[in-house]
């Protein structure tokens, strides 16, 4: 076999050795090119072309500069082949421009700064600005309008801040009313509980609640939903807790609106022999900090002065100004052991609660030798409500709290709580508790927010059993987004924050799961006009 390799590399002979010619041509990188391939190179620039022209219209449309050579094209289609940009998309002179801060002072000074998004536009259409006149002006309107929705949020807040620490005529109406019927109707100053029921106030076989409050109509939705709830009413003991000059009313309230077989006990805080005795601890730190807190606070008129604080900031420094939480009703709940000797558990419910099921089961709850059972409130699908952890009302910037605790613990909350008795008498939470109070009194109330709470979580760290999130649901005084139909189906709905169900700035689509529990028939009711919207 011979074979033989043409000088141009073109073609390959091979020859057999017996004399028959047979070759085999092989074309090695030739150069022709067939009708075929020239068609398909054809049809290939031809789309080119139609994408080119596509991109190159978009980009007139999008208002961008057209390109007269390759080399623009080149530019411009080159990073959208490969998905990225030369160039930043918004120039660098408007971060800059932005980035400044602009006082109040300066905005004064300008004139027809537009007040509309639709005016901007016109007035730069009008002006064909170039991008740094574009950031200034876009800068001056921005900073007008957010001053003065700060302004407005800042007002709505006070006005509900003043509208919630105020009593509605409504209520203080039925005050006097039932204090009337009290001082003129025997019916109205029965011994609540009658005498055959005192015996079970002290035996642990009943479901023992305890109440504290001076708001009568607002007790009465506690307790009528709680009974009206029960599974064994007749097993149900609710301890009310007011104030001397509550006491009255309270008891003519349940003396003419009796809740059988439910035992109800009303008792103003003189009456407890332990209260009535020496020095009250939590008394005197009260008086402390209402002295210290009108010396360094400067009132809600110093809140809403600031102008570098955010509304947000400002309306939680409003609501912790509340008389509620400089009120001996709040605080109450510490003395719990003192106050109920012979009982081993209770719940304690504050008053803006709604109970819709039936609580006997949080007796059934082993709380692992804990004292506080409560829900925790950094966990859950209402980020708004559940992202409270201890830095959201402890000052972690103060060394004495960075020192103690860790800024990131989940919160829990008060409102609906299981206090055992018998573990809490064997702690020191009460001398905890009395200890932070003083500290924070040293050092002029920076240790935390104002309120309960703060307090409450240092007092019992350590102490606390987390329970079903369906046993409290919180955030109906200061979230409106929460649905009717998610708290219809929780176990106790919370009413904590300022628009409380008796109030006229109370959530219209929230309010009829409290309203359902008061008879709006009742004369002293119908009397003081208290309607159901």
């Not at 620490?165 to 025997?186: F, G, I, R, W």
């Not at 950094?378 to 960075?402: A, W």
Request: one cysteine or more; hydrophobic letters at 40%.
């Amino acid at each position: 076999m011979q074979l033989h390799i043409s000088p141009s590399l073109r073609h390959v002979t091979v020859l057999p050795g017996k004399g028959v010619r047979e070759f085999i041509n092989v074309k090695v990188g030739s150069r022709r090119v067939s009708y075929r391939m020239l068609f398909y190179m054809l049809l290939l620039f031809t789309f080119l072309l139609r994408v080119i022209f596509v991109m190159t219209a978009v980009d007139g449309i999008d208002g961008e500069r057209k390109c007269s050579s390759i080399g623009c094209l080149g530019k411009k289609l080159g990073p959208k082949i490969l998905h990225r940009r030369l160039e930043p998309a918004v120039p660098e002179v408007i971060y800059q421009i932005l980035d400044k801060p602009i006082s109040e002072d300066e905005l004064r000074g300008k004139s027809e700064i537009p007040q509309t998004l639709e005016d901007f536009v016109a007035e730069m259409k009008e002006s064909r600005s170039d991008a740094k006149a574009f950031a200034l002006r876009l800068r001056e309107m921005v900073s007008l309008l957010e001053q003065r929705t700060r302004t407005a949020k800042i007002q709505e807040y006070l006005y509900r801040h003043v509208a919630s620490s105020s009593v509605p005529k409504q209520l203080y109406c039925l005050t006097l009313k039932l204090a009337n019927e009290h001082s003129t109707n025997a019916a109205a100053r029965l011994q609540l509980p009658s005498a055959e029921f005192v015996p079970a106030l002290m035996d642990n076989s009943y479901f023992h609640f305890v109440l504290a409050s001076d708001n009568v109509l607002a007790a009465s939705v506690v307790a009528a939903s709680l009974v009206h709830n029960s599974l064994r009413p007749g097993r149900v003991v609710l301890h009310i807790i007011t104030d001397k000059k509550t006491y009255s009313p309270m008891q003519a309230w349940f003396s003419l609106h009796p809740l059988s077989p439910a035992i109800i006990e009303v008792k103003a805080l003189h009456h407890f022999d332990w209260f009535a005795k020496g020095k009250v601890p939590v008394l005197e730190a009260m008086e402390k900090d209402q002295r210290v807190r009108s010396q360094f606070r400067g009132g809600s008129s110093a809140i809403t002065a600031s102008n570098s604080e955010k509304p947000i900031v400002v309306a939680a420094k409003l609501q912790a100004l509340s008389p509620k939480y400089n009120s001996m009703m709040n605080h109450i709940r510490i003395h719990l052991p003192e106050l109920f000797p012979s009982l081993n558990k209770v719940v304690f419910l504050d008053d803006d609660i709604v109970i819709q099921t039936d609580l006997s089961p949080l007796w059934d709850i082993d709380m692992n030798g804990k004292v506080n059972g409560a829900v925790q409130t950094c966990k859950g699908e209402d980020k708004f409500v559940m992202s409270k952890r201890l830095k959201s009302y402890l000052n972690f910037s103060h060394p004495l709290i960075r020192k103690h605790f860790n800024s990131h613990e989940c919160a829990w909350a008060y409102g609906m709580n299981i206090f055992d008795l018998e573990a809490w008498r064997k702690s020191n939470i009460s001398l905890t508790y009395y200890h932070w109070l003083e500290e924070n009194l040293k050092s002029d109330l920076s240790l935390w927010q104002l309120g309960t709470l703060p307090p409450g979580l240092i007092a019992f760290h350590g102490h606390v059993h987390i329970i079903d999130p369906f046993w409290h649901m919180l955030g109906l005084g200061y979230q409106e987004n929460t649905s009717f139909a998610d708290a219809k189906n929780a176990g106790v709905i919370h009413f904590n924050g300022r628009a409380k169900p008796w109030l006229d700035i109370a959530f219209p689509k929230l309010r009829p799961l409290w309203a359902k529990y008061v008879d709006f028939s009742d004369k002293l009711i119908k009397g003081c006009h208290i309607r159901a919207s």
